[in-house]
T-cell receptor, first 114, second 113 residues
Framework: EAQVTQNPRYLITVTGKKLTVTCSQN?????MSWYRQDPGLGLRQIYY???????DKGDVPEGYKVSRKEKRNFPLILESPSPNQTSLYFC?????????????FGDGTRLSIL | GENVEQHPSTLSVQEGDSAVIKCTYS??????FPWYKQELGKRPQLIID?????GEKKDQRIAVTLNKTAKHFSLHITETQPEDSAVYFC????????????FGAGTQVVVTP
């Protein structure tokens, strides 16, 4: 089954404790992206990747890191999480190939930073 | 950068009536405009998209129109049903920076029987 898989689905942690949210897709998609969703703000793009070893900042990259060492994986790293990063996070992927294609979203990760 | 505004933020319609959601964008280079539906507690899912070389696209009860001159695009849902209740997001992206997708703030649609 074609899917985007995020882990964990839920996480409660404390300020300053490094965490990684994994994202994996099995569709051989070139493009992957991370979004955060907050009430009244819609989906805001954090980082995106057009291919292996190619990453770019979205609208809200501060406090986040990403890497794209393999095509299928695109982890989101919070080196020193803070309470303002409490949010619902979505990973997405698409064919890419130099143009916009429909994005397939994962089920989301709800992060609470205390 | 691109800025997408979406209206209304909430929309209540009677079952069987039509619903219209409007979005405006700021970047004249934008050429791709998808619409996503997000049911409560679920992931966003693409319902329809349109590119700038087309003025209108239809898929059963859903249609999207694009006015490039005015820089706005709209989602039309006809004969609404209770299962259309969800949050709908518009988005825009440019061919110059095609990886960047800017979303509107969303519209909560409630269809009452």
């Amino acid at each position: 089954e074609a899917q985007v898989t995020q882990n964990p689905r839920y996480l409660i942690t404390v300020t300053g404790k490094k965490l990684t949210v994994t994202c994996s897709q099995n569709m051989n998609h070139e493009y992957m992206s991370w979004y955060r969703q907050d009430p009244g703000l819609g989906l805001r793009q954090i980082y995106y990747s057009m291919n292996v070893e190619v990453t770019d900042k979205g609208d809200v990259p501060e406090g986040y890191k990403v890497s794209r060492k393999e095509k299928r994986n695109f982890p989101l790293i919070l080196e020193s999480p803070s309470p303002n990063q409490t949010s619902l996070y979505f990973c997405a992927s698409s064919l890419g190939s130099g143009d916009n294609q429909p994005q397939h979203f994962g089920d989301g990760t709800r992060l609470s930073i205390l | 950068g691109e800025n997408v505004e979406q209206h209304p933020s909430t929309l209540s319609v009677q079952e069987g009536d039509s619903a219209v959601i409007k979005c405006t964008y700021s970047d004249s280079a934008s050429n791709y405009f998808p619409w996503y539906k997000q049911e409560l507690g679920k992931r966003p899912q693409l319902i329809i998209d349109i590119r700038s070389n087309v003025g209108e696209k239809k898929d059963q009860r859903i249609a999207v129109t694009l006015n490039k001159t005015a820089k706005h695009f709209s989602l039309h849902i006809t004969e609404t049903q209770p299962e259309d209740s969800a949050v709908y997001f518009c988005a825009a992206s440019s061919i110059d920076s095609w990886g960047k997708l800017q979303f509107g703030a969303g519209t909560q649609v409630v269809v009452t029987p």
